[in-house]
């Protein structure tokens, strides 16, 4: 089992910055990629950004070049640092892995950004 537990989220103006942080616990020696997604009201949930075990990230082209995702391995966290946020990122962010085909997901954190 994993869980995974998402922090961070607020109120912020639109171009303010803002910092999630997803953190894993139970089996985390098994867990590879992990990602972010959001959801915003009456929208589906969309991928953010992945990060995995090594490094390597992918982001959404609406948020390349706004947000930075980054991952200790030690500490079993990953980050997401929003910058130049828009009123369009407000959403519930949630962060997700998959172990063994099973999907895991965080109760989510709610970012709203206002004008």
């Known amino acids: 089992q994993v869980q995974l537990v998402e922090s961070g989220g607020g109120l912020v103006h639109a171009g303010g910055s803002l910092r999630l942080s997803c953190a894993a616990s139970?089996?985390?020696?098994?867990?590879?990629?992990i990602g972010w997604y959001r959801q915003a009201p009456g929208n589906q949930r969309e991928l953010v950004a992945t990060?995995?075990?090594?490094?390597?990230?992918n982001y959404a082209d609406s948020v390349k070049g706004r947000f930075t995702v980054s991952r200790d391995n030690a500490k079993n966290t990953v980050n997401l640092q929003m910058s130049s946020l828009e009123l369009e990122d407000t959403a519930v962010y949630y962060c997700?892995?998959?172990?063994?085909?099973?999907?895991?997901w965080g109760k989510g954190t709610l970012v709203t950004v206002s004008s």
């Open positions: 990060i995995s075990r090594d490094g390597r990230i």
């Open positions: 997700n892995t998959v172990v063994y085909g099973i999907n895991f």
């Open positions: 139970g089996r985390t020696s098994v867990i590879n990629d």
